[in-house]
């Protein structure tokens, strides 16, 4: 059988030699090696696959033209052979939050047939469901039961992004996240609530140096992207650690670490430091609409959106469809956003306002409120227990950056985006993870961390 299957398999290479000259087949030959040596050991390896995927993508680098269509394939086969791994296995059930999730893209599909873009706005809402199928199968698969591995791979992956960030941008000169309020919202979300938690939880000397350095360097990268929106979240998720966990002592560490740099630039050439922070100031707050205030920026994205909400207000535009009125929308064949179908909201929460009604909203708003909940008991946890080795508290602290961050920028239902898969990712993930006030101990308040691994802590395992 082996012999006869090499005998097919090489006549068939011999026939159709003409294909291996053609570098989408050949791209799509390895794509597909790649994704069966990921599903060979999907719980360590597809996550990993899925990220770069769309990272990949979403970045200005060499060769990120075939994954336009590559991500694609990576989630389909993610939600499809996740879905598979977890019936298969003694995993948690689905819950509340799954249920609304169901909810969501039932609205999605609903006001894709009101769209002018049917076919795109159906293909945006197929790649919702897709996204959510993931992470309610296949990513909790990834985590449950491996949190240690999981974790530590996750905080090298932060440290390596930052570094590969700063060299990009520092000495290559080249801004591979695109525009700054893309680096800030990378840094903010994906790595800086990550660093945080992981600098307080290393357990010898030279991982924390090492962390507290990859911590401060993707500090400079957010305020060195001017973004305001990750700028606030890193600020919120900062306090939110620090009060909750009784660190007030770490609090006013970073103060002083941040007046002490400002200090010392001051120090070094004191006319630079003036002009910088004149630039900051014009730059952060007002964004070159000084005469129309701090959110001057924001208003014209704002209004349009309002004034689309008004002109369909039961169903929306259709998921992932937001006419410019550049074009009166007869694109029925077209399948990916252009110049006629996205512009920018200046809001996530605006953006699925206007793609699926006031009445398709409320699921939405259900996800979201219920995601919100879990963070809240997160930091309830927090404070009762004063301890930061639960695994729950890095995804909190994402999930709490990206609701902040979504308020102002319009990734957090845009599927394309890899802002969206990392987010989703970690609040579903969340639902498992959150402790309950019966299972997780209430501690002593500790003036600082064990040296213990976050694994010894008994409430850093999902309880539910």
Same mark, same amino acid.
């Given at each position: ?15 159709? /030699? ?20 990921? %599903? ?27 994954? *336009? ?8 086969? #993610?939600?499809?052979?996740?879905? %598979? ?10 819950? @509340?939050?799954?249920? &609304? =999730? $169901?909810?969501?893209?039932? =609205? *999605? &599909? ?10 795109? =706005? ?10 959510? @199928?993931?992470?309610?199968?296949? *990513?909790?698969?990834?985590?449950? #039961? ?17 570094? $590969? ?17 893309? /680096? ?7 790595? $800086? ?8 939880? +290393?357990? #010898? ?6 962390? /507290?350095?990859?911590? /401060? ?8 992207? !001017? ?15 620090? $009060? ?10 970073? =103060?002083?670490? &941040? ?7 001051? !120090? ?69 956003? +252009? ?32 995601? *919100? ?8 946890? !927090? ?9 729950? %508290?890095?995804?909190? !602290? ?14 957090? &239902? @845009? ?20 402790? +309950? ?9 500790? +003036? ?17």
């Amino acid at each position: 059988m082996i012999a006869l299957g090499t005998g097919i398999a090489l006549y068939l290479c011999y026939s159709h /030699l003409q294909y291996f000259g053609d570098m989408p087949f050949l791209a799509g030959i390895l794509l597909l090696e790649v994704i069966l040596a990921c %599903i060979w050991k999907f719980d360590e390896r597809f996550f990993v696959l899925l990220m770069i995927a769309f990272i990949w993508e979403g970045i200005s680098v060499p060769f990120r033209g075939p994954w *336009a269509t590559g991500r694609w394939v990576v989630l389909f086969v #993610g939600a499809v052979v996740g879905y %598979i791994v977890w019936a298969k296995s003694p995993r948690k059930p689905f819950g @509340a939050l799954h249920l &609304f =999730a $169901f909810f969501c893209i039932c =609205a *999605a &599909f609903v006001s894709a047939t009101v769209s002018l873009w049917v076919r795109m =706005a159906s293909l945006k809402a197929l790649s919702l469901f897709l996204l959510f @199928a993931y992470c309610a199968s296949g *990513a909790r698969a990834a985590v449950i #039961g491996r949190e240690r591995s999981f974790f530590r791979g996750l905080l090298w992956g932060c440290e390596i992004a930052v570094y $590969f960030t700063a060299i990009c941008y520092f000495v290559l000169g080249e801004s591979i996240w695109g525009n700054p309020n893309s /680096l800030g919202a990378a840094m903010s979300i994906g790595v $800086f609530p990550i660093l945080l938690w992981g600098w307080r939880t +290393s357990d #010898g000397p030279t991982a924390r140096f090492r962390r /507290l350095v990859a911590f /401060l360097l993707c500090t400079y990268l957010i305020f060195f992207s !001017m973004a305001r929106a990750a700028i606030v979240s890193i600020l919120l998720v900062t306090l939110v650690f620090c $009060f909750c966990l009784h660190q007030y002592k770490l609090l006013l560490r970073i =103060a002083a670490l &941040f007046l002490f740099g400002a200090a010392l630039a001051g !120090m070094l050439a004191p006319g630079t430091l003036e002009t910088k922070l004149f630039d900051f100031k014009e730059t952060l707050l007002y964004k070159g609409h000084k005469d129309e205030g701090i959110l001057g920026s924001r208003l014209t994205p704002w209004q349009k959106t309002i004034a689309s909400i008004k002109a369909h207000p039961m169903f929306g535009t259709g998921y992932g469809t937001a006419p410019t009125g550049e074009d009166p929308g007869f694109g029925f064949g077209t399948t990916s956003s +252009s110049a006629e179908t996205a512009r920018e909201h200046g809001s996530s929460y605006m953006a699925i306002t206007e793609w699926v009604g006031l009445l398709g909203v409320l699921p939405f708003i259900m996800l979201v409120g219920l995601t *919100a909940a879990n963070v809240w008991k997160v930091c309830a946890s !927090m404070n009762r227990n004063v301890d930061p080795r639960q695994y729950s %508290i890095p995804l909190a !602290m994402v999930v709490l950056a990206g609701l902040v961050h979504a308020g102002f920028e319009d990734w957090l &239902f @845009a599927v394309g985006s890899y802002l969206c898969v990392y987010f989703w990712f970690f609040a579903f993930l969340l639902a498992d993870f959150v402790p +309950s006030a019966a299972a997780v101990p209430v501690a002593r308040a500790v +003036s600082r961390v064990p040296r213990s691994s976050p694994a010894a802590f008994e409430g850093a395992v999902p309880t539910r």
